[in-house]
């Protein structure tokens, strides 16, 4: 059942973010970036994971070797619960860039690689936005006198 499930959110994923990448105006994606259906979903799938490997075993948050113990011998569950976490959290970044790029009026043509970069490396895309909309903010601000 893991390895199904596992499946289905790693490869059901990536429609989500297809809808980010090639399809960012239309109605469904527009929905989709305003509110957190798909983190929602995969909160479920990441419940069951935690819930199938026994919930969360008692760490220490505070020390390097302390978050290393959570990672020594985990089962197919705790590494399904720890992938899911990151797919779900990337995704409501992506959204939620998105969103923000399109208020701000920035061409599409500049999100498609935070996008692919939040997607694969999380706070990447994060600085990648940040230096495509100031980017554009000055060059826009430049243009305008």
Known sequence: ??????????????????????????????????????PAVMALFYSYFLIAAGGLPAVDFSSLEGVSALFANPSPEAVSAGWVHYLAFDFWVGSSLLAQS?????????????????????????????IADQSYSRLRNKNDF
């Open 1 to 38: 059942m893991t390895e199904i499930l596992f499946s289905l959110c790693n490869g059901g994923i990536l429609l989500f973010w297809g809808l980010l990448l090639f399809l960012p105006k239309q109605c469904l994606t527009q929905k989709l970036i305003q509110y957190p259906w798909v």
């Open 102 to 130: 399109q208020q701000k009026g920035l061409p599409h043509a500049l999100m498609v690689l935070p996008l692919l970069a939040t997607f694969m490396l999380g706070p990447v895309g994060v600085l990648l936005y940040v």
